[in-house]
């Protein structure tokens, strides 16, 4: 099946920083990418849709200046986690489409002290 | 607006109990619908899906569920569990333009 990659596995960041997280499909291209948020003990909550060459489309109340995503190919989306602060905590998924399917990358896990 | 939910939180069997999770939609489209599985430090791995014909959809594992459209559910069902099926399992609903909402999940226990 195919593949989605996500770098890094882990991260932890001091308060105020920022943070990038890569979501990459390794054998197939993808013109759009989704990204999840997963809280403990609850499920993926949809944060955006990435689009390759145009905007991302950010679900109701996700700031788009907080998480910023690029579609830099049709193989790479970035989310990165601006001004990070300790309520960013979390496990960051993505996905790509394939075929009417969804495969997803392992996850991230962010910890911002 | 779309959601899933999700009836039992966790779930604890023994090896070879019969499983049945409960996941009921709301969405008044057509829809597509699906079951994912998240063995412990894994990705998501898709189960099994529902577009449409027989409603009764098989998947991998042994794990097979049914759409019935007039109660808006689509339960998971395997009729004798094991050891290696301990798991959280996902129920999903296309919300359009390839997009999942997800239910907020069953953590199943299965003992040896």
């Known amino acids: 099946g195919a593949v989605v990659s996500q770098h890094p596995s882990r991260v932890i960041c001091k308060s105020g920083t920022s943070v990038k997280i890569e979501c990459r499909s390794l054998?197939?291209?993808?013109?759009?990418m989704f990204w999840y948020r997963q809280f403990p003990k609850k499920s993926l909550m949809l944060m955006a849709t990435?689009?390759?060459?145009?905007?991302?489309?950010?679900e109701q109340g996700v700031e788009k200046d907080k998480f910023l995503i690029n579609h830099a190919s049709l193989t790479l989306s970035t989310l990165t986690v601006t001004s990070a602060h300790p309520e960013d905590s979390s496990f960051y998924i993505c996905?790509?489409?394939?075929?009417?399917?969804?495969?997803f990358g392992p996850g991230t896990r962010l910890t911002v002290l | 607006a779309q959601s899933v939910s999700q009836h039992n939180h966790h779930v604890i069997l023994s090896e070879a109990a019969s499983l049945e999770l409960g996941c009921n939609y709301s969405?008044?489209?057509?829809?597509?619908l699906f079951w994912y599985v998240q063995y412990p430090g894994q990705h998501l791995q898709l189960l099994l899906k529902y577009f449409s014909g027989d409603p009764l959809v098989k998947g991998i594992k042994g794990f097979e569920a049914e759409f019935i459209k007039s109660k808006f559910s689509f339960n998971l069902r395997k009729p004798s569990v094991q050891w290696s099926d301990t798991a959280e399992y996902f129920c999903?609903?296309?919300?359009?333009?390839?997009?999942?909402?997800f239910g907020t999940g069953t953590r199943l226990l299965v003992s040896p």
């Open positions: 969405y008044g489209g057509t829809v597509n």
């Open positions: 054998d197939f291209q993808a013109t759009t």
């Open positions: 996905s790509a489409p394939l075929a009417a399917e969804q495969f």
């Open positions: 999903a609903v296309n919300a359009g333009f390839q997009k999942l909402v």
């Open positions: 990435s689009n390759e060459g145009s905007k991302a489309t950010y």
